[in-house]
């Protein structure tokens, strides 16, 4: 079962939540946005700018259009993307509040939480840029020991 797959909380409503969250925490610029089949939330907190891709599902997808007995009406099909679009953006509230909230609680560092999604002069973001060197150095496999030894 996926997070929030059944919430009656607008998408609206839910980036008003982000908003509130980022707020409350710190953050001093907030956007949103969308073009086909994807959805963005940016902001500036701790002099960083983050940005975070929601790929959106896609309306005419198998699992919208059609259920067990068959090819749903056109208004279920909607009310089906309407759902799935929905749990996205609850989804991506819990991502930001749960980070956000571990560097309040000082599990983490707000650099280490973000990293991935961290803008980088280029308009790249971290994981853009690194995520290729990640599967080189496992395709590789010259990596250390997930444990290492320490010494007391």
Sequence with gaps: MAYAEKT???VES???????????????QFMSGWQKGMAMVAFRMNGRHVR?????????????THHS????????AIK????????????LLLVVKAK???????????????????????GETMGDRYK???AIAYEQGDMPPLLPDYTS
């Excluded at 007995?69 to 056109?74: C, F, K, Q």
């Excluded at 089906?80 to 989804?91: G, H, N």
């Design 100 to 122: 956000l909230e571990a560097c309040e609680a000082g599990i983490t560092e707000f650099d280490d939480e973000f990293m991935a999604h961290i803008v980088l002069p280029s």
């Design 69 to 76: 007995r068959g090819v749903r009406t056109a208004s279920a």
């Design 52 to 64: 975070f891709l929601l790929p959106m599902p896609d309306k005419n997808e198998k699992r919208f």
């Design 8 to 10: 009656s909380v607008s």
């Design 80 to 91: 089906e993307w309407e759902q799935a679009c929905r749990q996205k953006w609850r989804a």
């Design 132 to 134: 290729p060197q990640i």
């Design 14 to 28: 839910s980036k008003a939540d982000i908003e509130r969250v980022l707020s409350k925490y710190g953050a001093d």
